[in-house]
């Protein structure tokens, strides 16, 4: 009883941290609730914030920016700055570490905001990450309405799986083990990667994303690209219901090089998010070929099957405190040393709508190893 008494004390003298207004919420004068429910998920008007490059249309505080009497120089009166921290309490059975103080287990300062009507910027930098500094993660332009047509592209350094969902919202520590998984000695899979997008809408609700990226992620200290190869990624995607309904189509093929060995991978697959006024749903499925991950003398393509499902439900709706998921990660691939399987609850409760107390079990199905955790999710 002693324990758990000292460690529910330990989770709850962080909120003594938690003080926090939000850069976006400053500028509008809005609650956080406005675009996340609960944070850092974003809901439908917070996607369509992010879309239209950090800003609504024709309700820009008229104060928000300086008037240099220049007409092709915005400048913002403040720098919106923000910043966010976790740390959690950690217990996993089976592991050397039992109970674990996982704090700060991310600390990162985020920036984002606009140069025109129509260019945009974004980037965050990971002070740190499970106890180690990082560095860059998402840092990009994103331009709009290119050339007065319904195009837009964003340049930089960006989750390749953006379109379909960011992992940055989700609302579990279990990683979506389906954009991070690699096969072999392979550095491709569909997590960051430095490149460019281009998507174009219509308004019969169809998007079309197209990406050309380096294909081999972000962990290049010496250089962006370590080979000639450059991969091509694509997503068709269709809204329905005024967007409650979206699924969609994505595909990647991608070439790598390891001294003088070539690996090429391939990854195609559907997607399906369905919004109702208290759940949420996600199912994605994708298969990955490789002809070589190991870059060994023989070929021989193998096929890895990975499947994400995600269950959000807000019992008081999105004005609510109480927020539960259920995640269900799988990997299982012809090389069963990568094969992934676990099952996630998820119960979180707004402290603040910038304070989330967050409590989660992930069973592992392939394994024992099993992890129980509480902690605290701010915005400030």
Not at 281 to 295: A, G, I, K
Not at 365 to 373: A, D, Y
């Amino acid at each position: 009883m002693k324990k758990i008494f000292i460690l529910f004390l330990a989770v709850f003298m962080m909120v003594r941290f938690a003080a926090a207004i939000p850069a976006f919420a400053r500028k509008y004068g809005y609650s956080c609730e406005v675009c996340h429910a609960p944070i850092p998920h974003l809901k439908a008007f917070g996607e369509e914030f992010m879309d239209n490059g950090y800003r609504i249309p024709d309700k820009e505080p008229p104060r928000a920016t300086i008037d240099t009497g220049d007409p092709i120089l915005l400048l913002q009166r403040e720098l919106p700055l923000a910043f966010r921290f976790d740390g959690f309490l950690a217990h996993e059975p089976n592991s050397d570490v039992k109970p674990d103080v996982k704090s700060p287990f991310v600390m990162k300062i985020l920036s984002g905001g606009n140069l025109s009507n129509s260019i945009s910027y974004y980037a965050y930098f990971l002070m740190t990450e499970e106890g180690k500094i990082a560095g860059l993660e998402d840092t990009y332009l994103a331009f709009r309405n290119v050339f007065g047509t319904p195009i837009s592209v964003v340049f930089g350094q960006y989750r390749v799986s953006d379109p379909v969902k960011p992992s940055e919202i989700r609302l579990t520590f279990e990683e979506y083990k389906i954009y991070k998984f690699a096969i072999g000695q392979s550095q491709i899979n569909l997590s960051y990667d430095r490149g460019i997008l281009v998507s174009y809408g219509t308004k019969f609700g169809t998007d079309i994303v197209l990406q050309v990226v380096n294909g081999n992620g972000i962990d290049t200290p010496d250089i962006f690209d370590k080979d000639k190869y450059k991969s091509f990624v694509w997503r068709v995607g269709q809204s329905f219901s005024k967007k409650k309904v979206k699924i969609g189509l994505l595909g990647y093929h991608g070439k790598e090089e390891k001294g003088g060995v070539t690996n090429t991978v391939n990854y195609f697959g559907p997607d399906i998010r369905i919004r109702l006024p208290k759940v949420e749903l996600m199912f994605q499925v994708v298969r990955r070929s490789d002809t070589n991950p190991y870059f060994s003398g023989t070929e021989e393509k193998q096929n890895s099957d990975a499947l994400l499902g995600e269950v959000i439900f807000s019992p008081w709706g999105e004005k609510g405190r109480w927020f539960f998921t259920a995640a269900y990660n799988r990997v299982n691939s012809a090389w069963n040393e990568f094969d992934y399987q676990t099952l996630t609850l998820n119960a979180s409760y707004l402290l603040r709508r910038n304070v989330k107390w967050m409590n989660e079990y992930t069973h592992d199905l392939e394994g024992n190893h099993h992890r129980w955790l509480t902690g605290f999710i701010v915005g400030i």
